[in-house]
T-cell receptor, first 114, second 114 residues
Framework: DTAVSQTPKYLVTQMGNDKSIKCEQN?????MYWYKQDSKKFLKIMFS???????INETVPNRFSPKSPDKAHLNLHINSLELGDSAVYFC?????????????FGPGTRLTVL | DAKTTQPNSMESNEEEPVHLPCNHS???????IHWYRQLPSQGPEYVIH???SNVNNRMASLAIAEDRKSSTLILHRATLRDAAVYYC???????????????FGKGTKLSVKP
């Protein structure tokens, strides 16, 4: 069974559209994350979220918003897509009291904005 | 910004040991040292972590300097499947908060020759 899954794997869309990427983890973890990997392969944290706290990287535009319907899901919604949003987005999860912040990553969603 | 320094790339021959160095001179006393790797077209994958003592697991060994300002990831027998970008990270325990977020640097791209 896949521990952290993301859908879709590929997403091609036009500038100005609104899109969502879904993430699910079946590990029973309390904390989930979204990372962005740009064309230069830099991986940057966008959000970390658990039941109590949402931490937003201050460089993330407010067009990006995480939405968590329950503990096992953290979806990423993006409004008014821009060319610079093209990247690979990774979801991850971890658990407090676990292996000291060992994070489990999903396979990534490659977003292309035309 | 990333707080670790790693060589951009390294090469190894298959079935030989590989020593991947990392400098983390600004590490605090409570930060763990983590290593992740990212295989081509995949999400990052946890490799190993430690605090002060050297650590061994089925994937690798982690040698931590006595002053904790540097560490070395050791792959005992490199295989073709170990070709990846290896990231050295130090992070606090308080995930769910910004301290626990993993700050990825550029990493070391390891190539393994048959």
């Amino acid at each position: 069974d896949t521990a952290v899954s993301q859908t879709p794997k590929y997403l091609v869309t036009q500038m100005g559209n609104d899109k969502s990427i879904k993430c699910e983890q079946n590990l029973g973890h309390d904390t989930m994350y979204w990372y962005k990997q740009d064309s230069k392969k830099f991986l940057k944290i966008m959000f970390s979220y658990n039941n109590k706290e949402l931490i937003i990287n201050e460089t993330v535009p407010n067009r990006f918003s995480p939405k968590s319907p329950d503990k096992a899901h953290l979806n990423l919604h993006i409004n008014s897509l821009e060319l610079g949003d093209s990247a690979v987005y990774f979801c991850a999860s971890s658990t407090p009291g676990g292996r000291d912040n060992e994070q489990f990553f999903g396979p990534g969603t490659r977003l292309t904005v035309l | 910004d990333a707080k670790t320094t790693q060589p951009n790339s390294m090469e190894s021959n298959e079935e030989e040991p590989v020593h991947l160095p990392c400098n983390h001179s600004t590490i605090s006393g409570t930060d763990y040292i983590h290593w992740y790797r990212q295989l081509p077209s995949q999400g990052p994958e946890y490799v190993i972590h430690g605090l002060t003592s050297n650590v061994n697991n089925r994937m690798a060994s982690l040698a931590i300097a006595e002053d904790r300002k540097s560490s070395t990831l050791i792959l005992h027998r490199a295989t073709l499947r170990d070709a990846a970008v290896y990231y050295c990270i130090h992070a606090g325990l308080n995930y769910g908060g910004s301290q626990g977020n993993l700050i990825f640097g550029k990493g070391t791209k390891l190539s393994v020759k048959p």
